[in-house]
């Protein structure tokens, strides 16, 4: 048999899919055929010619890659990188950032800010959302769709007090990804110190910085004072659960909680 290709190169972008090709060409006795001439994989010289063809176009992905991440980095560093934004912010027709036209939705999240600096609490601003009978907005998945509004959760409070883009500021780095071997990606928050691009005041926002920072000095010390592993533990709660608020997880090492139900007259 024969594999007829425009290109030898674009049969693999990688060199461990390209051996296994030629091993299999081989062992087939199969011939490979492109616009430059014929190759007998069998062959120790053809074979050495097919192993260079395919390293250079791993080393030719590469290099696209590069230069693409390179452009994003400088428009990172200049703060004009487009991202999506989250709510109560948007790009107006000259693609800059600007506050949300819908006043329902500013008045909101300064309501959301204002009873964060009164409570200082994620959680005790959820609950007052919750007496009050107030909603919150959301939209679709990466910042997109029709404004939704729903009951403010406790995991959305928390996105919307640890987003910077809420003082106006531009960041990139925030996150790092990586794949494991079995392709599977991962992700996970990087340090403020750790961030790679910063630059204040990029465009309006609903904080300062500076209680954007006081926010996240608060939550620290709310994290600590419930039993994160950064923090001490806290006291032994009421309830029959034996060590409860003394017991740490043995994978994480985070605080284990205890939740109770009523039944028969008891605790249970």
């Known amino acids: 048999g024969i594999i007829l290709v425009t290109d030898v190169s674009r049969l693999a972008r990688n060199c461990a899919d390209w051996h296994r090709l030629l091993e299999i060409c081989a062992l087939t006795h199969t011939l490979i055929l492109d616009e430059d001439g014929l190759y007998d994989p069998g062959h120790y010289n053809d074979r050495l010619l097919l192993g260079l063809k395919g390293t250079m176009s791993e080393a030719e992905l590469h290099i696209l890659k590069a230069r693409l991440v390179g452009g ?3 428009k990172a560093q200049r703060g004009e990188l487009k991202l999506p934004l989250p709510i109560g912010l948007v790009y107006d027709e000259d693609q800059r950032v600007v506050l949300e036209p819908d006043q329902q939705v500013r008045q909101s999240l300064q309501m959301f800010f204002e009873t ?12 007052a959302f919750g007496r009050a009978g107030l909603k919150f907005p959301k939209r679709g998945q990466a910042g997109t769709g029709e404004i939704a509004w729903q009951e403010l959760s406790h995991a959305n409070a928390l996105d919307t007090l640890r987003n910077p883009r809420y003082a106006g500021v531009f960041c990139y780095g925030r996150t790092r990804c990586w794949k494991d071997a079995q392709g599977k990606w991962h992700s996970r928050q990087v340090p403020r110190e750790k961030w790679r691009f910063v630059k204040l005041n990029a465009h309006p926002g609903y904080i300062t910085w500076e209680e954007f920072l006081a926010h996240q000095e608060r939550l620290l010390q709310n994290y600590q004072a419930h039993g994160g592993k950064e923090g001490r533990l806290g006291p032994p709660r009421e309830g029959p659960a034996l060590l409860q608020g003394l017991v740490l997880c043995g994978n994480c090492g985070r605080a284990m909680t205890v939740h109770y139900h009523r039944r028969c007259g008891r605790l249970v």
């Open 116 to 127: 964060f600096e009164r409570t200082g609490s994620a959680w005790a601003t959820v609950q």
């Open 72 to 74: 994003v980095l400088n």
